[in-house]
């Protein structure tokens, strides 16, 4: 099964549904299996009390959380919309919702997953409304305590969930290399007997990549037009030449993990005779004289009796007169 690559558009469209539309042309032609946004209404999403990250403050000022999310929001319509330019485009739709209304309005327009991201894995309520619709459910991870992703793994089984996959995460934008941690990737498999995959914030495209060579099945990346445009995820996004090189990448990865069985592949099965050698006469050899290490060395092509029977030919007779160099025979 090919590594899903989730490309997170999320609110880098800047509330602006043309921009929207751009994203999901840049993802499908970077070759990417799904783009996913953001809904929510951010009067339900956050208080008007509610402080921004130092990344957002960076990026967007000092004006509140709610103030900046609401300059961010696509209506239900617009994603509606949206939807339908994916499926005309032949990429999967997918938006995490982030409140209640959300969630019911993004149940209506079949979505085939829900995307769960790392703030709302301790949010009780949230997580069974979720798992009582009976989707699957991909969960990122980051922030976490194993003990939290258990309970909310716990939440979602009893309340309908039967699919769960696991993200890794690390939830700075950009993450510092130090703090990505990529083992923690398994730990999650084989804590919890699940499919686990790696959401990525690290600068570039190098940690997905490598995360795919440890088992992830499922790579998501945030990417935007242009990592200059104001906004609190332009830049720590991929443009898209960088994502169509990301998932270019990945999918050469997949095929250089082959199947595990160490043998021969069929690509240099062409080059044993030219790399390999044989055992041949080190001179002149004539018919009955008894082959010795004087009169019989290795050397390449290794197209004649390999060199793996040296002591099963010391002794026997020459069948032949051999010149030297030539392919001794038995």
């Known amino acids: 099964m090919s590594v899903y690559i989730i490309a997170e558009a999320g609110v880098n469209h800047n509330g602006d549904i043309n921009l929207a539309y751009q994203l999901v042309d840049a993802a499908k032609a970077a070759g990417v299996d799904c783009i996913k946004f953001q809904t ?66 993004l149940d209506s327009i079949d979505m085939p997953f829900w995307k769960i991201p790392s703030g709302e894995v301790t949010n009780y309520p949230y997580l069974v409304a979720l798992a009582k619709t009976g989707k699957p459910v991909v969960m990122s991870t980051g922030m976490c305590e194993m003990r939290e992703i258990e309970d909310a793994i716990r939440v979602l089984r009893e309340n309908g969930t039967s699919e769960i996959k696991l993200l890794h995460c690390n939830t700075e934008y950009p993450t510092p290399y130090e703090d990505v941690n990529l083992r923690a990737m398994r730990t999650l498999g084989d804590a919890f007997g699940v499919e686990v995959g ?13 995360a795919v060579a440890m088992g992830a099945t499922i790579i998501e990346k945030h990417f935007t037009l242009d990592r200059n445009m104001e906004g609190p995820d332009h830049k720590a996004s991929l443009e898209p030449q960088e994502l169509a090189q990301m998932v270019d990448s990945i999918r050469h990865i997949e095929k250089a993990l082959g199947t595990g069985d160490k043998k021969p592949s069929p690509s240099e099965r062409k080059n044993m005779a030219v790399a390999r050698k044989s055992i041949v006469a080190a001179k002149r050899i004539l018919a009955g004289d008894v082959l010795t290490e004087e009169n019989i060395t290795v050397k390449r092509p290794g197209s004649g009796i390999c060199p793996m029977r040296w002591q099963e030919v010391l002794g026997t007779r020459a069948v032949r007169d051999f010149e030297e160099d030539e392919l001794i025979e038995l």
């Open 198 to 210: 790696y959401s990525d914030h690290t600068k570039g495209i190098e940690v997905p990549i490598a």
């Open 40 to 105: 929510f209404k951010s009067e339900n999403l956050v208080s008007h009390t509610a402080q921004k990250a130092d990344y957002q403050k960076a990026a967007t000022g000092d004006s509140s959380q709610q103030d900046m999310l609401k300059q961010l929001e696509l209506s239900f319509d617009q994603f509606v919309r949206l939807k339908k330019y994916c499926d005309e485009k032949g990429i999967c739709f997918l938006s995490t919702p982030f409140d209640f209304e959300s969630i019911e309005f």
